[in-house]
């Protein structure tokens, strides 16, 4: 970043603050001394899904959404609370390291949420998302969410799985 008064090309930057999609800084002339100010354009990284069959695809928050939309047909959970399992899912994916989530793992991040809404919604969402073979496989996930809830109020966190 060039001073704008000695076109030194070393600043330090002293103060920064987000202002909307940019990020505004001031900056000192490590030469000049003198201080001026850059807005700067902050990069978000692309967010890309690592799919089922090992391809990428980019991240769309309205698919993901569509899909909640479907889990939670005619039961009490809000616009409101469909957003917050969107926002959670991208609070993950800025969090990490790589930009890039498995579908697993953002399915594990919406059941997680769903969980705690409505159980009717994280069972539909569970049935499409893990992909049920046969109906041994989705009893058994309603039977365990039955244990969880006899079990004294214990949050086990699940780790996403890795296949
Ligand atoms: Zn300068």
């Given at each position: 970043?060039?001073?704008?008064?000695?076109?030194?090309?070393e600043s330090k930057v002293i103060d920064s603050r987000p202002a909307e999609d940019r990020k505004r800084r001031r900056r000192e002339c490590r030469k000049c001394g003198r201080r001026f100010t850059t807005y700067e354009i902050v990069e978000k990284p692309l967010r890309i899904v690592i799919k089922r069959d090992g391809s990428l695809e980019q991240y769309d928050r309205n698919k993901l959404l569509a899909g909640i939309y479907h889990a939670i047909k005619k039961r009490p959970v809000s616009y409101a609370q469909v957003n917050e399992i969107a926002d959670k899912v991208e609070e993950k994916y800025d969090n990490s390291w790589h930009s890039q989530m498995s579908s697993v793992q953002i399915g594990t991040i919406v059941l997680e949420q769903l969980r705690n809404i409505d159980e009717i919604a994280y069972i539909r969402f569970a049935s499409v998302y893990q992909n049920f073979k046969d109906a041994s496989s989705f009893i058994a996930v309603i039977a365990a969410l039955n244990q969880e809830e006899t079990e004294t109020g214990t949050e086990t966190g699940t780790e996403p799985e890795e296949t």
């Open positions: 970043m060039r001073c704008p008064y000695c076109q030194y090309e």
